[in-house]
């Protein structure tokens, strides 16, 4: 692995696997958001409640992500190295607890906070997976500067999930602040409900 590995344009560079976050991520997002809005459905209740600084750190992760589908054009993969593998395992683990947790979200009625599936173990798997995914990139083009962007990407990621949690306090209340009690912020054992 290399700090700045060489940069050249190719069919089999990183792209491929920052499109598919994309695809994975962010055309869901824009979509949710859209018929959210149309269905008068949930709506994320950080973004009612974020103060003006944390509107502009919210807004950080998106530019990042994009100097990381930037860069990732010039970003050859080490195709038959180890690193390539590794990160090919990494990503697609991500990618698979991304579905997971993806699952049955919308059969969960507006006025109730998410607690089932693999929100058991993480009050965050999206943006968990995200990372992961991003993480698993990094490692299959061997590029540390890479893994250093998405150190970046967190960042400002983890104050928004301040905000986000602050947002469903006000929304849903005490069965979100049991759920907080019980559950770990980013991975862990679920506390028992006793």
Do not use: Q
Request: hydrophobic letters at 50%; glycine letters at 8%; a positive charge.
């Amino acid at each position: 692995m290399t700090l700045i590995p060489a940069f050249e344009i190719g069919v089999w560079n990183a792209w491929i696997f920052m499109l598919a976050f994309a695809i994975g991520h962010v055309l869901p997002t824009l979509l949710w958001t859209r018929l959210s809005k149309f269905l008068k459905k949930r709506t994320w209740p950080a973004d009612v409640y974020l103060n003006k600084t944390e509107k502009i750190i919210g807004t950080l992760p998106m530019p990042i992500i994009g100097l990381l589908l930037i860069y990732s054009i010039f970003l050859p993969l080490p195709l038959g190295m180890v690193w390539f593998y590794i990160g090919l395992i990494i990503f697609l683990l991500g990618l698979i607890v991304y579905v997971m947790s993806s699952k049955g979200v919308l059969d969960i009625p507006p006025d109730k906070p998410f607690t089932k599936g693999l929100y058991r173990y993480s009050r965050h798997p999206v943006y968990l997976t995200m990372v992961l995914e991003l993480i698993g990139v990094g490692v299959a083009s061997a590029s540390g500067l890479f893994l250093l962007l998405v150190l970046t990407f967190f960042i400002p990621l983890n104050i928004s999930v301040i905000a986000e949690e602050r947002g469903c306090l006000k929304k849903y209340g005490d069965a979100y602040r049991e759920y907080m009690n019980r559950t770990p912020r980013w991975i862990g054992i679920p506390k028992s409900n006793v």
